[in-house]
Antibody, heavy 122, light 110 residues
Framework: QEQLVESGGGVVQPGRSVSLSCAAS????????LHWVRQAPGKGLEWVAG????????YYADSVKGRFTISRDNSRNTVFLQMDSLRPEDTAIYYC???????????????WGLGTLVAVSS | QSVLTQSPSASGTPGQRVSISCSGS????????VYWYQQLPGTAPKLLIY???QRPSGVPDRFSGSKSGASASLAISGLRSEDEGDYFC???????????FGGGTKLTVL
């Protein structure tokens, strides 16, 4: 059974950094694009970043470009999101999700993690 | 303002048919697949419709998707109380090189 489990969330001060991880199991990890999608409290879904199956291509929302970095380790079946220069508006539940497209350019997200909460506050 | 535009709310009574629209442009819906996600209160999103009009296994045929040009629609027939929640459309955007979600439609079953 396909499973995605996020970790690394918590409370962090503005301007600081945090790193999220998403451990995958139950499928051929290296065959799929992976993404991070966030949801601020009471708000809608916002796509944050995506990475191709081999890690060669990364994509970012304008709101996080230059501050967040997505990466993956196919030997560990894990995708990461390094979040730097955090702002209060980055406060959200961060979901890891798998794209059906290897290149990660469809947005076909059949499998989701339960999410991890990042709260940016002083 | 979202690149994909959805009405913020929709409602219906049990058994009715409701439709939720999603308006985009040539760089997203007009040139790429549309996806619909259902998010029930307190849960992670769930893929409801993929590649414009396909249903994943386990999704009832009460849910259907369609697309015309740069707009898409999700129809729910035989509305049930458990359908109450938020519905989001999504598509890859070639100009922005990323996935765009609609702002979401909150469905209320009266």
């Amino acid at each position: 059974q396909e499973q995605l489990v996020e970790s690394g969330g918590g409370v962090v001060q503005p301007g600081r950094s945090v790193s999220l991880s998403c451990a995958a199991s139950g499928f051929t990890f290296s065959a799929y694009g992976l993404h991070w999608v966030r949801q601020a409290p009471g708000k809608g879904l916002e796509w944050v970043a995506g990475i191709s199956y081999d890690g060669h291509d990364q994509y970012y929302a304008d709101s996080v470009k230059g501050r967040f970095t997505i990466s993956r380790d196919n030997s560990r079946n894990t995708v990461f999101l390094q979040m730097d220069s955090l702002r209060p508006e980055d406060t959200a539940i961060y979901y890891c999700t798998r794209d059906q497209a290897a290149a990660g350019t469809w947005g076909e997200f059949e499998h989701w993690g339960l999410g991890t909460l990042v709260a940016v506050s002083s | 303002q979202s690149v994909l535009t959805q009405s913020p709310s929709a409602s219906g009574t049990p058994g009715q048919r409701v439709s939720i629209s999603c308006s985009g442009s040539d760089s997203n819906i007009g040139n790429n697949y549309v996806y619909w996600y259902q998010q029930l209160p307190g849960t992670a999103p769930k893929l409801l419709i993929y590649r414009d009009n396909q249903r994943p296994s386990g999704v009832p045929d009460r849910f259907s998707g369609s697309k015309s040009g740069a707009s898409a629609s999700l129809a729910i027939s035989g509305l049930r109380s458990e359908d109450e929640g938020d519905y989001f459309c999504a598509a890859w955007d070639d100009r922005l090189s990323g996935v765009k979600f609609g702002g979401g439609t909150k469905l209320t079953v009266l």
